[in-house]
């Protein structure tokens, strides 16, 4: 009897000890993330790096003034879209120390409509700047809404096939289209290309008429993308 009533004893004393214990919930500790630092790195931070050669490049940005370019309803012009992205690639290349120069900046430069006499005076303002490369940016059209993607004209000489070969892979690397090819053998057939002692390269980024292509090339993340793979492919050819 007396060992039973220890038992019973003993029983309540743990009761008493273990129970508080059991009611007591502990929280996991939640660890918030803080940032340590003001100057995160972003794509727009992270330095180009830069050119020994400090060539100088010239940028043409299509159209201009009169010529518009392609346009549809109320889309952008394709002039203005052009000089927008023209404008992007020369902030980089700026970045990177080029000696950059333009064929226009507004459009007020380009006096011409006429192909032929428009490609003449782009040259020239690009030799009067003693330009070493000319990187002209154009767009593409087409009935058919579904045809997209880019393509690359240059002259059939190794170090300009190598540089639009690392143009296409940057901008491949961004998928925002489709690569459509690289053209040296038919450059006669671009008034732009016509002057082979100026080393140039033309680049039709995409077709204003289909819906995709449109979309991508007036938004502002993607054009900054493709300015940027432009600029990076440059600096790593002409360095």
Same mark, same amino acid.
């Given at each position: 009897?007396?060992?039973?009533?220890?038992?019973?004893?003993?029983?309540?004393?743990?009761?008493?000890?273990?129970?508080?214990?059991?009611?007591?919930?502990?929280?996991?500790?939640?660890?918030?993330?803080?940032?340590?630092?003001?100057?995160?790195?972003?794509?727009?931070?992270?330095?180009?790096?830069?050119?020994?050669?400090?060539?100088?490049?010239?940028?043409?940005?299509?159209?201009?003034?009169?010529?518009?370019?392609?346009?549809?309803?109320?889309?952008?012009?394709?002039?203005?879209? $052009?000089?927008?992205?023209?404008?992007?690639?020369?902030?980089?290349?700026?970045?990177?120390?080029? $000696?950059?120069?333009?064929?226009?900046?507004?459009?007020?430069?380009?006096?011409?409509?006429?192909?032929?006499?428009?490609?003449?005076?782009?040259?020239? +303002?690009?030799?009067?700047?003693?330009?070493?490369?000319?990187?002209?940016?154009?767009?593409?059209?087409?009935?058919?809404?579904?045809?997209?993607?880019?393509?690359?004209?240059?002259?059939?000489?190794?170090?300009?096939?190598? +540089?639009?070969?690392?143009?296409?892979?940057?901008?491949?690397?961004?998928?925002?289209?489709?690569?459509?090819?690289?053209?040296?053998?038919?450059?006669?057939?671009?008034?732009?290309?016509?002057?082979?002692?100026?080393?140039?390269?033309?680049?039709?980024?995409?077709?204003?008429?289909?819906?995709?292509?449109?979309?991508?090339?007036?938004?502002?993340?993607?054009?900054?993308?493709?300015?940027?793979?432009?600029?990076?492919?440059?600096?790593?050819?002409?360095?």
């Amino acid at each position: 009897m007396k060992r039973a009533l220890w038992f019973l004893i003993a029983a309540l004393i743990m009761a008493l000890i273990v129970q508080p214990n059991l009611s007591t919930v502990h929280e996991p500790e939640v660890r918030t993330p803080t940032n340590t630092t003001t100057n995160a790195k972003t794509n727009d931070t992270i330095d180009m790096g830069i050119s020994h050669s400090k060539a100088t490049i010239c940028l043409d940005a299509g159209g201009g003034g009169i010529d518009t370019g392609y346009t549809s309803g109320d889309h952008t012009p394709e002039k203005d879209i $052009n000089l927008q992205i023209v404008q992007k690639i020369g902030n980089y290349l700026t970045q990177a120390e080029y $000696n950059v120069v333009y064929t226009r900046t507004d459009d007020s430069t380009i006096v011409s409509a006429n192909e032929v006499d428009s490609s003449k005076q782009r040259i020239q +303002l690009a030799k009067d700047q003693n330009a070493q490369y000319l990187i002209s940016i154009h767009m593409s059209n087409d009935v058919d809404t579904t045809i997209h993607g880019y393509s690359l004209f240059t002259h059939p000489k190794e170090e300009l096939i190598d +540089l639009c070969n690392a143009i296409n892979e940057k901008l491949m690397s961004i998928n925002y289209s489709r690569f459509n090819g690289l053209d040296s053998d038919h450059y006669e057939n671009f008034p732009i290309l016509m002057d082979q002692s100026l080393s140039t390269i033309m680049i039709e980024l995409g077709y204003l008429s289909n819906t995709e292509d449109y979309t991508n090339l007036t938004n502002e993340d993607y054009q900054d993308r493709i300015a940027r793979s432009i600029a990076e492919a440059i600096l790593a050819q002409i360095d």
